[in-house]
């Protein structure tokens, strides 16, 4: 026994370094666009923040093994690497909401479903496909490699055991809001464009025939041109998306001024 403390030394102290990664991983997956999401199953969700603990472990245990010997028992610890891992989910998780947003705009216009719903409404059919194909292109793309690299900055940016500062939070968090706002309605700028153009002209038809139906030939005249809208610019919506979403991560603590 006394021969293999040595090695029980080594193993609780790389045991406690991987809880240490794991608590800012496992909070960040949880939000994590693509990993994150509600239909991955919990446990596929906890397999792959071991994964990317393992990952991200060798890259950043000289700054974790630095405050384990410091603070071996501060529960303050835990909190803050909790707190920094869903930050970071949560700018992340911006970039989904705004092509959710671009599809909610894009239905609204071509009258497919309201802008705004009611709590707990599943999201519109052009929403949910852009998100997937989003996704699923982001994922093509190396999204697991990029959110490596972004988890192990991470650790430059916000230093381990310590609360991330009220005004970078602020800064961080208000310049992620405003480019996920910017980036939805730049996404759905055509139909929002293709629809006031319509509207301008379904007045002028109305105006000049009052006894037209409008109602009957309009109607599905703006639902057909919104699926062939969709069709002609979702490879470029989604071109869009993915490359700012890539250009986010390969620099996801900058902050414009």
């Given at each position: ?30 939000l994590l666009p693509g990993f994150g999401e509600k239909m991955v199953p919990a446990r596929i969700r906890l397999v792959l923040a071991f994964a990317f603990t393992a990952v991200v472990a060798p890259a950043v245990q000289p700054h974790v093994q630095a405050l384990i010997e410091s603070r071996p028992n501060s ?183």
């Amino acid at each position: 026994m006394t021969a293999l403390m040595p090695l029980f030394d080594a193993v609780r102290s790389q045991a406690i370094l991987a809880f240490v990664i794991f608590l800012r991983v496992g909070a960040a997956m949880s939000l994590l666009p693509g990993f994150g999401e509600k239909m991955v199953p919990a446990r596929i969700r906890l397999v792959l923040a071991f994964a990317f603990t393992a990952v991200v472990a060798p890259a950043v245990q000289p700054h974790v093994q630095a405050l384990i010997e410091s603070r071996p028992n501060s529960a303050l610890v835990l909190l803050c690497e909790t707190m920094t891992g869903l930050s970071l989910g949560m700018v992340l998780r911006l970039f989904v909401l705004a092509i959710e947003m671009a599809g909610s705009l894009a239905a609204q216009s071509a009258s497919l479903s309201q802008m705004f719903g009611n709590s707990g409404e599943p999201a519109p059919a052009i929403g949910h496909v852009l998100l997937m194909a989003g996704l699923t292109l982001a994922l093509l793309s190396g999204l697991h490699v990029r959110l490596a690299g972004a988890l192990i900055l991470s650790y430059d940016a916000l230093p381990v055991g310590q609360f991330p500062g009220a005004a970078l939070m602020r800064d961080w968090g208000l310049a992620g809001i405003s480019r996920a706002f910017a980036l939805a309605f730049s996404l759905s700028a055509p139909f929002v464009i293709a629809a006031l153009v319509y509207n301008l002209a379904l007045g002028v038809i109305n105006r000049a025939m009052p006894s037209l139906m409008l109602s009957m030939i309009g109607a599905p005249a703006l639902t057909a041109g919104g699926l062939i809208l969709l069709g002609v610019t979702a490879p470029l919506m989604l071109g869009v998306w993915n490359a700012d979403f890539a250009d986010f991560l390969a620099n996801p603590f900058a902050v414009p001024r």
